[in-house]
């Protein structure tokens, strides 16, 4: 995604749900629970200039490998300071031994040099992840880790109550619209008058 200067970014940010039009239907609330995803696709084109001249190697240890991506992998939830996200990581094969694995595997990340495991926001296992603002927090603050859990659970729950807060406001702004409380009525109600 180009960003202002021509950079590129591998965040994805959801839409904005108050900004959606919906004059005929309500909004769902669906939209205001979505979070950013992280795309990490090492083997893509997006990748060549970090790449540069640096061959990919295949996580099984061929003697001239050529990894390429074979579909779509899974996605990780990841729990930061700001809130959830998720990191998506494809599936990749290499061309020689024909073995697959997933771009997000810690084995192929200890690999890769540090300039492509910096990019990654979190520190990855094999099944879990942690993102790596939580683990500065527990580093700068000196807390115990159950103090920080606790801290990142109530961040979710205050998170998910603002984006509930907002979906319930934007169905009380159409409300309000389509009753012609801003001076005008929309023509949400008309279409409803028209369908029945």
């Not at 004059?23 to 950013?36: D, G, I």
């Not at 893509?44 to 190697?57: A, D, E």
Request: some cysteine; charged content about 20%.
């Amino acid at each position: 995604m180009l960003k202002p200067g021509h950079a590129l970014s591998l965040w994805r940010l959801p839409p904005q749900p108050e900004l959606i039009d919906s004059v005929s239907t309500l909004l769902s609330r669906n939209f205001f629970q979505l979070h950013p995803f992280f795309i990490w696709k090492p083997e893509s084109s997006i990748m060549v200039r970090l790449r540069n001249n640096y061959v990919l190697p295949c996580l099984h240890g061929c003697p001239k490998p050529d990894v390429v991506s074979a579909g779509v992998g899974r996605p990780r939830v990841i729990v930061g300071n700001r809130g959830q996200y998720y990191i998506l990581a494809p599936r990749l094969r290499c061309k020689m031994c024909k073995r697959m694995w997933f771009a997000d595997s810690p084995r192929w990340l200890e690999k890769l040099p540090k300039r492509f495991t910096n990019i990654v926001p979190a520190f990855l296992t094999y099944k879990k992840a942690i993102c790596k603002s939580v683990l500065n927090e527990l580093r700068r603050t000196g807390k115990s880790p159950s103090d920080v859990a606790n801290q990142v659970n109530e961040l979710l729950h205050l998170k998910y109550e603002q984006a509930h807060l907002a979906y319930l406001g934007s169905i009380v702004n159409i409300w309000d619209a389509e009753a012609g409380v801003y001076g005008q009525r929309t023509l949400g109600n008309y279409v409803y008058i028209i369908v029945l």
